[in-house]
C-alpha cells in the first residue's frame, strides 16, 4: 500500500533539492532534469550551482545559493524560489555533515556543527517549508536520513543519532501532515560513494555510486513510499538487525565491523 501520492509524472514538478552541490543531490538533480522536471538547487557552494544551471538552462533550473544553518538564508532562497516559479511541489532536504567518531574521541566542535546542519538545519527548513504547504493543503517533504539511524553503530557516534533524530522526525510529520494533504518522505541510504564517505578508512558493504542512489530514490517517489531505502541487500539485512534484543544486536555488530 502506497503511503503517499504516487508521482508519475516529473514534467508537472518543481522539485527544491536543499544540498544539491555534490553527491547524491547533485546526481538526483541530472536524474531529475532528465526527466523534465524543474529543479531548484541549494547549498552554500554557488559556483557549482551555478555551473549545473548552466548545464540545465536557465528555463528549468535555479540555484539558491544557501546556508542551512543560518535560517534567514533559506528564507530569502524560498521567496526567490517563490517569485521565480510561484511555489515548488517537493522540496528534498538533503544537506549533511558526516564525521566518524568514537565515544573516546568526542570533539565538541564538530560534533555541534553536525547537528547543527543534520539535525538544526532540517528544522530551519521545515520551519519555512511547512507553512508554505499548509496554505495550499499540498506538497511533498522528503527528509535524508541514513541507515545509520537505525540503531547505534561503531564510529557513528554523533552521526547516528542526528540520522535517529530524523527517522523519529518524519515519522511525527507524517503523523501530523499526512491528513492535511501533505506528502512526508523518509530516505534512509547505505553506503553510497560522495565525498562525504570517501573519508572513510573502512570497508562499506554494498556501497553504490550517487547515480544509483539518485534512481533509487526517484523509483520510491515514484511508487508512492513512506520510506525509501536502498541497497536493499544491505538495508533489508540492517533492518532485521533493527529487531533483534540488544544482546544479539550488539553481538552481531562486533562481529560483523570488527570494531
Ligand atoms: N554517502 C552516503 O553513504 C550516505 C549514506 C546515508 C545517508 N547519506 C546522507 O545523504 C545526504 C547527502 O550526502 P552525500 O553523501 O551526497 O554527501 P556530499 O556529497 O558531501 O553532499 C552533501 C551536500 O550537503 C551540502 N551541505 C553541507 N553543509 C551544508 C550547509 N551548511 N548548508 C547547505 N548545504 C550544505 C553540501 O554542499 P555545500 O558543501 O556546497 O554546502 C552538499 O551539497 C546527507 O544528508 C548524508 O548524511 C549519505
Known amino acids: ?5 504516487k508521482i508519475n509524472d516529473w514534467s508537472k514538478k518543481r522539485v527544491w533539492i536543499v544540498g544539491a552541490s555534490t553527491g547524491i ?31 540545465f538552462g536557465a528555463s528549468r533550473a535555479i540555484s539558491l545559493p544557501l546556508d542551512i544553518t543560518k535560517v534567514e538564508t533559506i528564507k530569502a532562497a524560498e521567496q526567490e524560489l517563490v517569485d521565480a516559479w510561484g511555489g515548488y511541489d517537493l522540496v528534498i532536504f538533503m544537506a549533511g555533515d558526516y564525521h566518524a567518531m568514537r565515544a573516546w574521541e568526542i570533539d565538541l566542535q564538530i560534533a555541534k556543527k553536525m547537528m547543527d546542519v543534520n539535525w538544526s538545519g532540517f528544522m530551519n ?85 550517487p547515480e544509483e542512489a539518485a534512481l533509487e530514490i526517484i523509483k520510491g517517489f515514484e511508487k508512492g513510499e513512506f520510506e525509501i531505502h536502498f541497497p536493499k541487500r544491505f538495508t533489508n539485512m540492517l533492518k532485521v538487525l533493527r529487531h533483534l534484543p540488544y544482546s544479539l544486536y550488539f553481538a552481531a555488530i562486533k562481529r560483523s565491523t570488527k570494531l
Do not use: W
Open 25 to 55: 543531490g547533485a546526481a538526483l538533480a541530472d536524474a531529475l532534469h532528465s526527466r523534465k522536471a524543474k529543479v531548484a538547487i541549494s547549498a552554500r557552494s554557488a559556483d557549482k550551482l551555478n555551473e549545473m544551471v548552466t548545464r
Open 125 to 209: 527548513g521545515l520551519s519555512i517549508v511547512i507553512p508554505r504547504f499548509m496554505q495550499a493543503n499540498d506538497g511533498g517533504i522528503a527528509l535524508v536520513s541514513s541507515v545509520a539511524g537505525y540503531r547505534g553503530l561503531p564510529k557513528s557516534l554523533i552521526y547516528g543519532p542526528s540520522k535517529a533524530a530524523l527517522i523519529n522526525l518524519a515519522e511525527t510529520m507524517f503523523i501530523d501532515l499526512k491528513e492535511k494533504g501533505l506528502d512526508i518522505y523518509l530516505i534512509c541510504p547505505g553506503f553510497v560513494k560522495t565525498p562525504l564517505t570517501d573519508k572513510n578508512d573502512f570497508d562499506m558493504p554494498s556501497i553504490i555510486t
Open 1 to 5: 500500500m502506497s503511503l503517499n501520492k
